[in-house]
């Protein structure tokens, strides 16, 4: 073997791993942020679904308040509710202005993840007696994932 | 000096770097696996959580007349096969109700109690720790009616996970 030829083959040998070294850390360290983000992002989805649950308990709430078919449950969405704290994390929920079926988008937020859910409530299809009146069930359907 | 063969000094340095080599790798390998299994854990403390969740959140939205009996432990109306039945939801008591670090789903006639609903139960999921923000693992929200929070904390080999959501009944 001539002179240099070992160093030139110990260094060629430390670049193959070196470059083998930083691929796996590369690799890890997405495996990590894949795990990381699948983790809040089931998070973020279950504090989307909160979204979703708060709106019905409010709009169906504020029909139980005033009692009056005039003021149907999912007719009336007051401006000061879609935004809460919940769980480490925050939703934002959306009512559509639509009488007889309205969509409610909700935003959940968690670590690093977004997830956002919708549904319709339909208010055509589901009644029942309640207080002296037939009213619309809050009955949600068509959830999906945007 | 000879040219056949390698001088003592080679030898040792040729074995002090595949020691060195040798030694690195393994620690590597088993650094490696170490972390597998953590998230292996955390991914079967995710799934449980998850399927638990997912179950209890289900069958409430379907149900009606929820009462938070006490913080571990929720009784509800359901329809099952077409009879209203009661449904409980409860963590164990490390006795009768089974073990703390888990939470049974039991069903029982209309107004049946914790008892009833002990005897035909099954185990929605395990590993389930007390909350760090020491919430309960069933609540009634605040402030408006018929909305309930769920938040489940599981635990393993000092990996937690904790999932919080909140279900209006249908009714």
């Not at chain 2, 063969?5 to 393994?26: K, N, R, W």
């Not at chain 2, 107004?111 to 309960?136: D, I, W, Y």
Request: proline share 2%.
């Amino acid at each position: 073997m001539k002179k240099g030829q070992a160093l030139l083959l110990v260094f060629f040998i430390f670049i193959v791993i070196g470059i083998v070294t930083s691929s796996l850390a590369v690799m890890w360290k997405a495996e990590v942020n894949s795990r990381v983000l699948e983790r809040d992002s089931l998070g973020a989805f279950y504090i989307a679904q909160a979204g979703i649950e708060y709106a019905k308990a409010v709009l169906y709430y504020h029909y139980d308040y005033w009692l009056y078919w005039y003021y149907w449950p999912l007719y009336y969405w007051p401006a000061s509710e879609g935004n809460a704290n919940f769980g480490g994390g925050s939703y934002t929920v959306t009512v559509s202005p639509d009488f007889w079926a309205k969509t409610l988008v909700s935003t959940g937020t968690y670590g690093k993840a977004t997830r956002k859910v919708s549904c319709t409530l339909d208010l055509n299809s589901y009644y029942y007696y309640n207080y002296g009146y037939y009213v619309p069930s809050v009955h949600a359907w068509s959830w999906q994932e945007q | 000096m000879s040219k056949k063969g390698f001088s003592l000094l080679e030898i040792m340095v040729a074995i002090v770097v595949f020691a060195f080599v040798v030694t690195s790798a393994g620690g590597v390998f088993i650094a490696v696996q170490r972390a597998w299994q953590r998230q292996k854990a955390i991914l079967d403390l995710i799934q449980n959580a998850r399927q638990a969740t997912e179950a209890m959140t289900n069958e409430i939205r379907n149900g009606g007349s929820v009462n938070v009996v006490s913080g571990d432990r929720l009784r509800f109306q359901l329809i099952i096969n077409g009879t209203l039945q009661t449904a409980w939801y409860w963590r164990g008591d490390g006795g009768t109700y089974g073990s703390t670090s888990s939470i049974f789903r039991g069903i029982c006639a209309i107004g049946g109690g914790l008892g009833n609903a002990n005897s035909n139960r099954q185990e929605l999921a395990n590993f389930v720790v007390n909350n760090p923000s020491t919430n309960t693992i069933f609540r009634s929200h605040s402030s408006l009616p018929n909305l309930y929070i769920i938040e489940l904390t599981v635990a393993q080999n000092n990996r937690s996970y904790t999932l919080r959501t909140q279900v209006r009944p249908r009714n």
